[in-house]
T-cell receptor, first 113, second 116 residues
Framework: KAGVTQTPRYLIKTRGQQVTLSCSPI?????VSWYQQTPGQGLQFLFE???????NKGNFPGRFSGRQFSNSRSEMNVSTLELGDSALYLC????????????FGPGTRLTVT | AQSVTQLDSHVSVSEGTPVLLRCNYS??????LFWYVQHPNKGLQLLLK??????LVKGINGFEAEFKKSETSFHLTKPSAHMSDAAEYFC??????????????FGSGTQLTVLP
């Protein structure tokens, strides 16, 4: 079974721009979660989608948004990029998002200059 | 509210010696607990999980963890370290919120170094 894939793997953007990251979960998984990982703040939960609905959201500003499609693929968007948005963005999928283990993708490394 | 404290940010062991990575948690309800490992430039990989079954949980690559409710701890151990174990390890607590929402909280991570 193919694992979680994230595209692109690396991205360089300028302050003020917007960016869209993509995540394809493991086949059959309906829950997709997004995390931001930085050296200073560690791993922080962004949001979770299940069956195209946002089920839970972390403590991030409204510039961070996401969506999930009917095939469970998910995108997250960051508008008006700030230098502090530079991070590794990780996507994880699980069957139902309950106490299931999450399977992580390799991440997208976003650098904002 | 739940929280996770990994008591050591760095642990260094010699190859072939035991590994102990410490994790304490705080949770209002019966939590699910996980340990994940992250190798450089890679995503996180699940090592093991606890979901209120046996308190001693065995995971992959010889790792295991013991859930101790009285101590609110979930320490990760391995009898004999291997060079390939060098990585960052995260203790994670998962707790149900209202309805079907779930909150995952990650510890700050423990960097494990294995010396030859």
């Amino acid at each position: 079974k193919a694992g979680v894939t994230q595209t692109p793997r690396y991205l360089i953007k300028t302050r003020g721009q917007q960016v869209t990251l993509s995540c394809s979960p493991i086949s059959g998984h309906r829950s997709v979660s997004w995390y931001q990982q930085t050296p200073g703040q560690g791993l922080q939960f962004l949001f979770e989608y299940f069956s195209e609905t946002q089920r839970n959201k972390g403590n991030f500003p409204g510039r961070f948004s996401g969506r999930q499609f009917s095939n469970s693929r998910s995108e997250m968007n960051v508008s008006t990029l700030e230098l502090g948005d530079s991070a590794l963005y990780l996507c994880a999928s699980s069957l139902t998002g309950a106490t299931d283990e999450q399977y992580f993708g390799p991440g997208t490394r976003l650098t904002v200059t | 509210a739940q929280s996770v404290t990994q008591l050591d940010s760095h642990v260094s062991v010699s190859e072939g010696t035991p590994v102990l990575l410490r994790c304490n948690y705080s949770s209002s309800y019966s939590p699910s607990l996980f340990w994940y490992v992250q190798h450089p430039n890679k995503g996180l990989q699940l090592l093991l999980k606890y979901t209120s079954a046996a308190t001693l949980v065995k995971g992959i690559n010889g790792f295991e963890a013991e859930f101790k409710k009285s101590e609110t701890s979930f320490h990760l151990t391995k009898p004999s370290a291997h060079m390939s174990d060098a990585a960052e390890y995260f203790c994670v607590v998962s707790e149900w919120l209202s309805g079907s929402a779930r909150q995952l909280t990650f510890g700050s991570g423990t960097q494990l170094t294995v010396l030859p």
